[in-house]
């Protein structure tokens, strides 16, 4: 069957709109997982602490705490090359491909420091997080092969067994910057 004159116009007509209105909900979807302005107070490099705090306007989440408490043992394991304590935060297929002694050498020259929770969203639970890794060079991400780097994630969190758990990274809102 042949489309012309008339049925060909109001055919395009409606695959244009239905074009069109993907791309508007996909740069509304990626606009709203765009990461903000860096909180007020909050100044990038290492530091000796290794604490989690919590940016103001994350603070008023009514899950603030709790992810907070989240986001402090992954940090606290990763420091402290403890595996096991590592998993109890993370997703099940997050650690699936992490054998204990590869992940203990990947880690094995890691100081997370200067760490803070700057947003936390809904639908899905997400916390973007900032803070500085310091690692030696050949450790570091392939694509920024420095011993310090400045982090803005935004991780996914789901809920497991009544306790919250890191189950993914948010790739639209991931920068990395080696430290100055």
């Given at each position: 069957m042949r489309v012309r004159g008339r049925r060909l116009t109001m055919v395009l007509t409606i695959v244009l709109i239905v074009v069109l209105g993907g791309g508007a909900s996909a740069a509304w979807a990626l606009g709203r997982t765009?990461?903000?302005?860096?909180p007020t107070g909050y100044a990038a490099g290492p530091t000796g602490d290794v604490s989690v705090t919590v940016a103001a306007a994350a603070a008023q989440h009514p899950r603030a705490e709790q992810v907070r408490a989240t986001?402090?043992?992954?940090?606290?394991?990763?420091?402290r090359r403890d595996f096991r304590t590592w998993l109890t935060v993370v997703a099940p297929d997050q650690a699936a491909n992490q054998s204990e002694p590869d992940w203990v050498h990947a880690y094995s020259t890691t100081v997370d420091s200067n760490l803070m929770i700057a947003e936390i969203d809904d639908d899905p639970l997400r916390v973007r997080t900032m803070f500085t890794s310091e690692q030696a060079a050949d450790l570091a991400p392939k694509r920024l092969p420095a011993t310090c780097i400045n982090w803005d994630l935004t991780y996914l969190l789901a809920e497991q067994d009544g306790a919250l758990t890191l189950s993914g990274i948010d790739p639209s809102t991931q920068s990395m910057a080696a430290c100055r």
């Amino acid at each position: 069957m042949r489309v012309r004159g008339r049925r060909l116009t109001m055919v395009l007509t409606i695959v244009l709109i239905v074009v069109l209105g993907g791309g508007a909900s996909a740069a509304w979807a990626l606009g709203r997982t765009r990461p903000a302005a860096v909180p007020t107070g909050y100044a990038a490099g290492p530091t000796g602490d290794v604490s989690v705090t919590v940016a103001a306007a994350a603070a008023q989440h009514p899950r603030a705490e709790q992810v907070r408490a989240t986001v402090q043992t992954y940090f606290d394991a990763i420091n402290r090359r403890d595996f096991r304590t590592w998993l109890t935060v993370v997703a099940p297929d997050q650690a699936a491909n992490q054998s204990e002694p590869d992940w203990v050498h990947a880690y094995s020259t890691t100081v997370d420091s200067n760490l803070m929770i700057a947003e936390i969203d809904d639908d899905p639970l997400r916390v973007r997080t900032m803070f500085t890794s310091e690692q030696a060079a050949d450790l570091a991400p392939k694509r920024l092969p420095a011993t310090c780097i400045n982090w803005d994630l935004t991780y996914l969190l789901a809920e497991q067994d009544g306790a919250l758990t890191l189950s993914g990274i948010d790739p639209s809102t991931q920068s990395m910057a080696a430290c100055r």
